[in-house]
């Protein structure tokens, strides 16, 4: 059993930036791929971010591509999401996910814990 816990959401300016953070329990955290995931109002929930499991590599959606970073400290059981040039269009709730295997891209489906999520707006 692994539980996520996002914080680091809020209301920002376009052009400004966030960072995210997603706490995990439990001492498998390095045994999961981990994955951003984001729901806009109205929207399904889609892909943002991917690591892997010591943090070697890197996916991301195209829509966030250049903008946005995903970084991993396996020693406190937290991975992070750097949004960067936030655009009012990344408006959304948040979403971290542990996922056991590594997808191009990964699907809900795919992850197996999810956080509650945190929202993120950014004003025009």
């Known amino acids: 059993q692994v539980q996520l816990v996002e914080s680091g959401g809020g209301l920002v300016q376009a052009g400004g930036s966030l960072r995210l953070s997603c706490a995990a329990s439990g001492r498998t955290f390095s045994t999961y791929v981990m994955e951003w995931f984001r729901q806009a109002p109205g929207k399904e929930r889609e892909f943002v971010a991917a690591i892997s499991w010591s943090g070697g590599n890197t996916y991301y959606a195209d829509s966030v591509k250049g903008r946005f970073t995903i970084s991993r400290d396996n020693a406190k059981n937290t991975v992070y999401l750097q949004m960067n040039s936030l655009k009012p269009e990344d408006t959304a709730v948040y979403y971290c996910?542990?996922?056991?295997?590594?997808?191009?891209?990964?699907?809900?489906?795919?992850?197996?814990?999810w956080g509650q999520g945190t929202q993120v707006t950014v004003s025009s």
């Open positions: 996910a542990a996922d056991p295997g590594w997808h191009t891209p990964p699907t809900m489906n795919d992850a197996v814990y």
